[in-house]
C-alpha cells in the first residue's frame, strides 16, 4: 500500500475511533442528564416535602402557645374567646375540656355546647390523646364551612383543654407555595388528605372541593395501585414522586411528562453530531466537543451567577434581587421585614496565622452553623469577604435581634477543627436593621452601621438600629 494511503488510511481510522468514543460520550452524557432531571425532580419534592411537615410542626407550636398564653381562663367567656380566635384570623375553632365536651365554638352555635365532637371528628380526638393533630378537609361545627383545623392539647390550672382552629387552606400562603412549587410546563403540584381530597394544587381547581380523582384520574389510580415512580397516561409516561407529610394525614404528589422534563435533552442537540458524521468526521467531533462545552460552560455561568463557590450560600446578586422582591411584597402587604449583617471577628489573624486555605474552612463552617441556625423561611447569603447578610421576611426588629443572637450563639458554640487539627474558637458580631416601606433602600447601610457598632463595643455581640427598648447589645 502507497504511504499516502497508508497515511490517510490511519488517520480515518483514528478519526472513527475518536467519534466512537465522543459517541459513546454523548450517550452516556444524555442518560446521566436524564437521572439528574429525574433526581431533581424528586429531590424538589422532598424538599417541599421537609417544608410543608416544617410549616405544620411550627402551626402547632404556635397555636398551642397562643392557647397556653390567652385561652386558659378557667371562667374564659365566650366573648373573649371569640375576641382572641378572630384576632388570630380562624376561620373557625373550638375549645373542648377534657373530657371532649364543647366549652366554646367559633362562629357561635349555642346548640352545639357541652356537645361530645371527639366521637365526628378524629383530629380532635387524636389531639386528646396525642397532643397534637391535623385534619383532613372538614365541615366546621358551626357553620359547615369546608376547612382544614389543627389541634392541639394544653394544660390549664383547671385541667386540659384542646384547642382546634382552623383555615380555609386555598386563602393561605401554603396554597400559593403549592400553586407556585413548579415551573415546568404541563407540570403538577397536588396537595390531598387521607380520603383523596385536593387541599391545594399547582392547577386551576373549582371553587367547591374537589378530589384529585376527579381532576387527575390517571394519577389518582397510579396512586392507589401503589406507584411511586412512574405511571402511563394517554399523553405518554409520566414521572410521579409522592410524600407524605409527617404529623398530618396529608401528602404531597408532584408529577410530570418525560417528555416535558427532558425536552432540553432531545431535539437538534442529541442528533447534531450524528447527522454531522455522515458529512464530515472531523467536523462531527468538534461540533460535539463545541457543545459539550458550551453546556459546561453555561452551567456553570448560571450558577457562579447565583450562587457563592466558597460557601455554596446565595451570592450578593441573589441576596439583592431577593430583598427587592421581599421589601415591595412586604410593604404591599403591611408586613415587617428585617436584616442582619454578620462579620467574622479577628478573621484576618485567621488568615495571617494559619493560612487563607484554613481561612476558607473557617468560613465554610461557620456558613453552615449560621444557616442551620436560621428558621426555614430565612435566607443567608454570602455578602463579600467574611460578611454574611440574612434576610428575615414577617420579621420586627425585635424578632431580628433574637434570630441573630440565636445565630451568633450557634456559631461560637463550639471550636472549628480545621484539616491541620487546629480547634479554632470563632466568634461573630452582628447588626441588625427593618425595612421601614418599600421607598427604604437604606435598612442594609444600617445593619452595616450596627456591625461596625457591635466591633467598637467589644465583638462578639448583636447591635441593633433601632433596640429593643429594655436592652441594645447582647454579649457573649
Not at 410542626?57 to 398551642?64: D, H, Q, W
Amino acid at each position: 500500500m502507497p504511504r499516502r494511503a497508508f497515511s490517510w488510511a490511519v488517520a480515518v481510522i483514528v478519526l472513527c475511533v475518536l467519534f466512537a468514543i465522543v459517541a459513546i460520550a454523548v450517550y452516556q452524557g444524555e442518560l446521566r442528564d436524564r437521572r439528574n432531571l429525574s433526581d431533581q425532580f424528586r429531590l424538589r419534592a422532598e424538599i417541599a416535602g421537609a417544608f410543608l411537615q416544617t410549616y405544620v410542626k411550627e402551626l402547632l407550636a404556635r397555636e398551642r402557645g397562643m392557647a397556653e398564653r390567652q385561652l386558659a381562663d378557667p371562667q374564659l367567656s365566650e366573648s373573649a374567646f371569640h375576641a382572641v380566635i378572630s384576632a388570630a384570623g380562624f376561620e373557625a375553632a373550638v375549645l373542648l375540656d377534657s373530657s371532649g365536651k364543647l366549652i366554646h365554638v367559633y362562629p357561635s352555635s349555642p346548640a352545639l355546647r357541652g356537645s361530645d365532637l371527639t366521637s365526628e371528628y378524629a383530629h380532635l380526638r387524636g389531639a386528646l390523646t396525642e397532643g397534637m393533630a391535623v385534619s383532613n378537609i372538614v365541615s366546621s361545627a358551626a357553620q359547615s364551612v369546608p376547612v382544614v383545623a389543627f389541634a392541639t392539647r394544653y394544660d390549664t390550672a383547671t385541667g386540659p383543654r384542646v384547642f382546634s382552629g382552623a383555615y380555609d387552606v386555598r386563602s393561605t400562603h401554603l396554597s400559593a407555595y403549592v400553586a407556585n412549587l413548579l415551573e415546568l410546563e404541563g407540570a403538577n403540584a397536588d396537595l390531598i388528605d387521607a380520603t383523596g381530597v385536593v387541599i391545594a394544587s399547582s392547577r386551576a381547581l373549582p371553587s367547591s372541593l374537589t378530589s384529585l380523582e376527579s381532576i387527575d384520574p390517571m394519577l389518582s389510580r397510579a396512586l392507589r395501585a401503589g406507584r411511586t415512580n412512574e405511571y402511563d397516561t394517554r399523553r405518554g409516561r409520566k414521572l410521579l414522586s409522592a410524600r407524605k407529610i409527617a404529623g398530618s394525614p396529608w401528602r404531597l404528589i408532584i408529577s410530570v411528562e418525560q417528555a416535558t422534563l427532558f425536552a432540553s435533552l432531545d431535539g437538534a442537540r442529541r442528533w447534531l453530531p450524528w447527522a454531522l458524521f455522515c458529512g464530515f468526521c472531523a467536523a462531527s467531533i468538534v461540533a460535539a466537543y463545541l457543545l459539550v462545552r458550551l453546556r459546561t460552560v453555561s452551567q456553570l455561568h448560571a450558577r457562579l451567577a447565583r450562587v457563592d463557590r466558597l460557601t455554596a450560600l446565595p451570592n450578593r446578586l441573589h441576596l439583592e434581587e431577593h430583598m427587592s422582591r421581599l421589601v415591595s411584597e412586604a410593604a404591599r402587604h403591611g408586613r415587617p421585614f428585617s436584616v442582619f449583617m454578620a462579620d467574622v471577628d479577628h478573621f484576618k489573624r485567621v488568615n495571617d496565622s494559619y493560612g487563607h486555605s484554613i481561612g476558607d474552612e473557617v468560613l465554610r463552617a461557620l456558613a453552615a452553623r449560621m444557616a442551620k441556625a436560621l428558621r426555614a423561611e430565612d435566607m443567608l447569603g454570602r455578602w463579600g469577604g467574611e460578611e454574611f447578610l440574612a434576610i428575615l421576611p414577617n420579621t420586627t426588629v425585635e424578632g431580628a435581634y433574637v434570630v441573630a443572637n440565636r445565630v451568633r450563639t450557634m456559631a461560637s458554640s463550639t471550636p472549628i477543627e480545621t484539616s491541620t487539627g487546629e480547634q479554632l474558637r470563632i466568634t461573630i458580631s452582628i447588626g441588625c436593621a427593618t425595612a421601614q416601606d418599600a421607598r427604604d433602600d437604606g435598612y442594609v447601610e444600617r445593619a452595616d452601621e450596627a456591625l461596625y457598632a457591635a466591633k467598637e463595643q467589644g465583638r462578639d455581640r448583636v447591635v441593633s438600629s433601632a433596640p429593643p427598648s429594655a436592652v441594645a447589645a447582647h454579649s457573649g
